[in-house]
């Protein structure tokens, strides 16, 4: 069995780059940083530093086990955090998965809510788009988007709960020529320079792009981002349009305006998956109702 805080020290000389500079981040002596190494070296069976000149550097090999450790230490790290809480008598943790308009969006009032309900209770917010989860425990609460066109997304150990149906808009420079018309037809956006919010494809972004196919063309992008908020300054800078849908617009810059689509019209249906985990059940209801509040249609 390795030793965890062998690994951490490691990872340190790893990251410093040698024995005295490792030593000297973790307040430790060198001695002590090379007795870590020696006995890692045991217990691995692999050879962890080499001399170069007067220092020691570590070897290839230490570096792949450095990086290859990196979660296996986060997740003791969080192992270590719950036996704490656990100890203290605090609340359980809440782990939610969202995108980001979502956690700007909806997610403040739902942790108001829940706060209110749960005083001790930690929330633990992660963006499940793009990224694979990596680094962050599974969450219980798992908010989504998917096409409307596309069959229900059904996710192995959660409940399905669809929350809005939500429309994207075009998103223009007021001084735009399509900013007049009280509805832009995707077509008309065709030769138009493109910002892109969505580098890495997930659903929105291809929903953006299933509507273009559509309407017979494929936009031609003068830059791609991974954040609404950026691209909609490049907007406002002039240097293209965007489409985004409506929870995405909260903060639409002065300059710019939003007109809805049509032919076809773009659409998102936005679901919260729920963990099917008696432990934590009515936590996990009480942020669902308080996100079924926020999603409510106006009447």
Avoid at 78 to 87: E, M
Avoid at 255 to 281: C, D, E, G, S, Y
């Amino acid at each position: 069995m390795i030793t965890p805080q062998r690994l951490v020290v490691l990872r340190a000389v790893v990251a410093a780059g040698s024995i005295r500079a490792a030593a000297v981040n973790l307040n430790y002596s060198p001695a002590t940083v090379s007795q870590h190494l020696q006995a890692l070296a045991r217990e691995t069976g692999l050879v962890l530093v080499e001399r170069h000149g007067r220092g020691i550097l570590p070897t290839p090999a230490a570096h792949v086990l450095a990086e290859t450790a990196r979660g296996a230490i986060e997740e003791l790290d969080r192992l270590d955090r719950t036996i704490v809480d656990l100890r203290e008598g605090r609340a359980e943790r809440l782990a939610i998965g969202c995108f980001s308009s979502a956690a700007q969006a909806w997610v403040p009032q739902m942790a108001r809510a829940l706060r209110e309900l749960h005083p001790q209770l930690t929330l633990e917010i992660s963006l499940n788009e793009p990224y694979d989860g990596g680094g962050r425990r599974t969450p219980d609460i798992d908010i989504r988007n998917e096409s409307v066109n596309a069959p229900p997304l059904l996710l192995e150990g959660y409940h399905r709960h669809e929350l809005a149906v939500e429309d994207f808009f075009a998103v223009l420079p007021r001084d735009h020529p399509l900013a007049a018309e009280s509805a832009v037809a995707l077509g008309e956006l065709q030769h138009e320079s493109w910002i892109d919010h969505d580098i890495y494809d997930s659903p929105t972004g291809q929903i953006i792009a299933t509507a273009c196919q559509a309407a017979g063309f494929m936009p031609r992008y003068s830059a791609r981002l991974d954040d609404h908020h950026a691209t909609l300054s490049l907007v406002a800078a002039g240097l293209g349009v965007t489409v985004l849908p409506r929870l995405a617009l909260l903060d639409l810059p002065a300059a710019l305006i939003a007109r809805p689509l049509h032919h076809p019209a773009v659409q998102r249906r936005i679901v919260a998956h729920t963990r099917r985990n008696p432990r934590n059940h009515l936590v996990i209801t009480a942020a669902l109702t308080a996100l079924r509040e926020q999603t409510r249609p106006s009447e």
